[in-house]
């Protein structure tokens, strides 16, 4: 389980982002624009993993879902999509399978195991539980004692 | 989720390259976000611009996934691979319980083995290679003097102080060093102690510090330190319960005080162990003292130095001094050998035909293994060519079918260091307790750690060696072979000539292993034969310590002798006793030379030589020695009378071979000495030595008490209820009651003094007999094997033949031809490797010869006897055969 960490803004293309753990330490940044919210670093691999609890899915199709769902406000960036479903996939969270679309293509479709669904509910607890804390202090109308 | 063979087989085909695979997936990215932004309205141009540059460092994020890739890769092969070894280990556990009799005998000889291999190797540490522990033991030398008569003597103070004043290049440092003896006070009474009496450069030469306090100050001059004495550790932990606190305090040493400076580190020892250190400083008189020997001189080479640059200067100084000294045997050399030819140069020769004999058997054992695995893959044929067909690589088959032979060795190799935790012991405590100070190193003989790493080394080797062979080929007929062919035919011959060439290889290292072993057999039936001039069955013998200060001089020497035979004589049980200055058979000798008188002096050079004994009245009697002729000793042969001698029959017929020695007088030292008796002749040096000329001289004219007490029993007859062991507790006893302060070793009696003598011959026959014992039983199961399972492949032919016609005699023979062929290979290769390899042990052997042609006869003879006899059984079985049910079986 790693924590979450506020990502850095304004990331240029060769600054290391704040390790979030271990694993990502060989990961480069992303060269992307600002994004209109940078994403708090280890709520992509949450959203990933809650996008495949749908079903099998391709990266490109990963990356569409997220921005849909959450009406454009987060764009994930290829840059760390890619590295990050990777790492799930070392990780066990994901497999990957080489199949093919609608369309007739070939792509590398990523499915949940078992133990990423268990990282998944475990992830969405927690995320619930953060949110519900910051929420209580941002909402907090007096100084505490 | 996708199953695990899927899985696996995914990453078999895309694993090892990352990197094509990360190309295929970012490519469809941007492929798709290409065509998405065409659909939007982008031209195909601008939306290819676009999905990149949305897209970013292509470049950076590819080398992200192929780097996790990589590692996953790795990881999940990793995982692989021990997934394999573990499921084939576990595969090989369960197949080896299927065939009980086979792993059975495959890790009980590889135990024989390599129990036989860890023993000798744990010995050969301990005695040999970590005997000396001493820092660049390659630059330490010993130096003997050598004479025409004696290649080996000891030295004098005089030689040791010319090599300190003249040493040049070769010497960074010398040290003299002599044994000595003495006795400690204790609440127990007095104990018996050795240590060396040694110059204070002792410790720096061997480059060893005290590991508590310190050792001697190398200025000679330096105040008390003649009064100072460095313990042994063994000595402060028996004796002073490991206090530190002894650093400093003062113990009585033979009745004197000295003051406790250091203790040295465990294992210290120069050859012998040493309880003790005392200091030694050489004076003026000493050093010019060329005559007194019984000093060892070790000495540290310089950085520069070589062995003979060094021997070539000691030669230059061992010139200077004989022609210096005109009176000294002007043949006389100081010889310079490295320490570890020295103190372990017989000692080297004990063990190098262990060592191959140990390798014998363990090369037996392997050949044997070998075989075993052979018969057994080929009995496997029809299982390996289904686990083929069904898919599984050569690769596989191989490591499935080394698993088992790696488990069988690794079973091996744990039985033998068990075998070898038992047999060291016994093997330490078969070397007597008087010998033991012969053995630099027997403390630390114990199986360690060092043994243990060869033994698994040897597992491994084994393994490889016998696991190799098996497994490939079994891995590549099994791809080969069609699987209907995996039936028996009527000549399936193949694999059958390299079992036959390993049976062979057995049987001659047996006939190595069983001519060695008979050759020692032989020639200590000839040393226990051998008349040592000892007939005292029932004759004690124990080595006594007096405090010399006390006892010094001929009266008071005399003296206590005195008190101590008449006390002793006391004893119920007790005849006579005896003492002497030393014992027969002891390993030391010493020599004298001596001139008749009346004839005209020869220079020391060309005087004869003969042993030089000093006894007290009673000796012969007491050891069985006959007087031929003349007298014994007698108390009135004192310091006041006239000098007598008695010598050996061996010198009278060499001097006065036509006239009584009895009568004529000999000189010694310049003294005149009239011989009044002849004894019979005495093995004194050795054994294995034919007896020398002797002379014996009365201890009590020269005074100072015996050093070793010589105590005859009463027996009517030589039967068992009498035993003269039951005399050592009112032997020590009463000699504690005529002074407390004299200590007492162990008692032996005459016999056994012979045996513990026969020791290194002794423990070399019984190692060489058990390991040609267990090289005959498994050379003669693997003969078994092979004939056993020819038959059971031939049973159908043999079946046609019978058929046809062939009798059961004809059978029996064909089978017997094929099992003599076998043999006379191997004896014939074993007959002439034996002739090759014996003589490595002539110099150990005693009244045989290395080619002894009734050992080499009766060895093959035995061989061929049991070999052909273990062939039989298998042999019967084929002329039982039931033509009708071989042939019906296929």
């Avoid at chain 1, 060269?31 to 949450?46: I, K, R, Y």
């Avoid at chain 2, 210096?324 to 080297?348: F, I, K, N, W, Y």
């Avoid at chain 2, 060696?465 to 079994?474: D, K």
Wanted: charged share 20%; net charge positive.
């Amino acid at each position: 389980m790693y924590a979450y960490l506020l990502c850095t803004s304004n990331v240029d293309g060769n600054a290391a982002l704040p390790a979030a753990s271990a694993t990502s330490a060989t990961a480069t940044s992303p060269a992307m624009p600002t994004t209109p919210l940078d994403l708090l670093q280890g709520t992509l691999d949450l959203l990933i993993l809650k996008t495949l609890a749908w079903g099998p899915a391709h990266g490109y199709a990963i990356a569409r879902w997220i921005e849909q769902l959450t009406g454009q406000v987060l764009t994930v960036g290829e840059g760390s999509l890619y590295p990050a479903l990777h790492r799930l996939e070392e990780r066990g969270a994901i497999t990957a399978e080489w199949q093919l679309t609608e369309h007739n293509r070939r792509a590398k479709f990523y499915t949940l195991t078992s133990k990423g669904r268990q990282q998944l509910r475990a992830e969405t607890a927690m995320w619930a539980q953060f949110v519900e804390a910051m929420g209580k202090v941002l909402r907090a109308t007096g100084q505490p004692a | 989720m996708s199953d695990t063979p899927r899985w696996r087989r995914y990453l078999r085909f895309w694993g090892p390259d990352a990197a094509a695979d990360v190309d295929d997936e970012l490519r469809f990215h941007l492929e798709m976000r290409e065509r998405d932004l065409i659909a939007a309205g982008m031209s195909p141009g601008d939306a290819r611009v676009q999905a990149e540059r949305e897209f970013g460092d292509v470049r950076g994020i590819r080398a992200t996934c192929v780097s996790i890739d990589e590692r996953q890769w790795r990881q999940n092969h990793r995982r692989e691979v021990l997934d394999d070894m573990l499921y084939d280990l576990r595969h090989a556990a369960r197949s080896l319980r299927r065939s009980p009799g086979f792993t059975l005998a495959a890790v009980v000889s590889l135990a024989l083995g390599i129990g036989a291999c860890t023993t000798i190797f744990s010995a050969m540490d301990a005695l040999i290679l970590r005997a000396l522990p001493f820092p660049a033991v390659d630059r330490l030398v010993s130096l003997a003097e050598s004479t025409r008569a004696c290649d080996k003597c000891s030295t004098s103070l005089g030689d040791y102080a010319a090599l300190r004043a003249q040493q040049r290049s070769a010497f960074s440092s010398v040290a003299a060093y002599r044994e000595w003896s003495g006795t400690l006070d204790g609440p127990d009474g007095a104990a018996m102690l050795s240590g060396e009496r040694v110059t204070p450069s002792f410790f720096s030469v061997l480059g060893v510090g005290a590991a508590i306090g310190r050792t001697f100050a190398l200025d000679s001059a330096a105040p008390g330190q003649a009064h100072t004495v460095v313990l042994s550790d063994r000595l402060w932990r028996s004796r002073f319960g490991a206090d530190p606190g002894v650093v400093g305090s003062t113990i009585e040493v033979s009745g004197e005080p000295y003051t406790v400076i250091g203790v040295m580190p465990p294992h210290f020892a120069l050859g012998s162990p040493a309880d003790l250190w005392l200091p030694l400083t050489v004076t003026a008189a000493q050093s010019g003292d060329y005559e007194s020997h019984g000093w060892g001189i070790v000495a540290r080479l310089t950085d520069a130095a070589t062995l003979d640059g060094a021997r070539s200067e000691v030669d230059v100084i061992s010139r200077e001094i004989v022609s210096a000294h005109p009176t000294l045997d002007q043949s006389t050399r100081l010889v310079l050998r490295t320490l570890s030819d020295d103190m372990l140069g017989e000692l080297r020769s004990y063990f190098l035909p262990l060592l191959a004999a140990a390798g014998f058997v363990l090369l037996i054992v392997c050949a044997n293994v070998a075989n075993l695995l052979l018969v057994r893959a080929s009995h496997r044929e029809r299982e390996l060519a289904m686990r083929a067909a069904l898919g599984g690589t050569r690769w596989r088959l191989f490591s499935q079918l080394f698993a088992e032979s790696a488990l069988v060795a690794a079973l091996g190799a744990m039985l033998g260091a068990v075998l070898a935790r038992v047999a060291i012991p016994l093997l330490k405590h078969a070397i007597p307790v008087a010998s033991r100070s012969q053995v630099p190193g027997w403390t630390t003989l114990a199986l360690n750690t060092r043994a243990l790493a060869f033994t698994a080394g040897l597992a491994m080797l084994c393994a490889l060696v016998f696991g190799t062979l098996p497994a490939l080929r079994a891995s590549s007929r099994a791809l080969t072979m069609r699987l209907k062919e995996g039936g028996r035919g009527a000549t399936r011959a193949r694999g059958g000539r390299t079992r036959s060439a390993l049976v062979v290889t057995e049987l001659t290292l047996a006939v190595v292993l069983l001519a060695g072993a008979g050759l020692m057999v032989r020639s200590f039936a000839n040393l226990l034969g051998a008349n040592t001039g000892l007939h005292a069955m029932h004759t004690l013998t124990v080595s006594i310590e007096t405090p010399a200060h006390r006892y010094d001089g001929a009266a008071t020497g005399a003296a206590v002798t005195e008190r101590l035979r008449a006390a002793l004589r006391a004893i119920p049980g007790v005849i006579d006793v005896a003492g002497a200055w030393n014992l027969p058979l002891s390993g030391t000798r010493n020599y004298t030379v001596y001139n008749v008188a009346g004839r005209p002096p020869l220079p020391e050079e060309r005087a004869p030589r003969a042993t030089d004994m000093f006894v007290t009245p009673g000796y012969f009697a007491a050891l069985g020695i006959p007087l031929v002729r003349g007298r014994d000793f007698t108390a009135r042969d004192d310091s006041a009378a006239l000098r007598v001698a008695i010598v050996s029959q061996a010198l009278a017929r060499r001097q006065w071979p036509n006239e009584s020695a009895v009568g004529q007088s000999i000189v010694v030292n310049s003294e005149r000495y009239e011989i009044v008796g002849v004894a019979a002749d005495v093995r004194n040096d050795g054994v294995e030595d034919e007896p020398s000329p002797a002379v014996y001289r009365a201890t009590e004219q020269f005074g100072g008490a015996p050093s070793s007490l010589i105590i005859r029993a009463a027996c009517a007859r030589a039967a068992d209820d009498c035993d003269p062991a039951a005399l050592t507790a009112p032997i020590r006893r009463v000699v504690a009651s005529v002074d407390p302060d004299i200590a007492i070793g162990a008692v032996r009696t005459v016999p056994q003094l012979v045996s513990d003598y026969l020791t290194p011959w002794r423990l070399l026959m019984t190692l060489l007999g058990a390991f040609a014992a267990v090289a005959l039983v498994i050379a003669v199961v693997g003969i078994y094997g092979v004939m056993a399972y020819t038959v059971a492949q031939r049973a159908h032919e043999i079946g046609i033949r019978m058929a046809l016609g062939a009798d059961r005699v004809r059978v029996l023979r064909m089978v017997l031809r094929q099992a003599t062929g076998l043999v006379a290979a191997g004896v014939l290769f074993g007959a002439l490797g034996a002739l090759g390899t014996t003589r490595a042990l002539s110099s150990l052997l005693y009244g045989v010869s290395a080619r002894d042609p009734k050992v080499l006869t009766g060895v093959i003879v035995l061989l061929a006897l049991v070999a052909l006899a273990a062939s039989w059984i298998p042999a019967r079985r084929a002329a039982k055969v039931d033509p009708v049910v071989a042939m019906r079986a296929e």
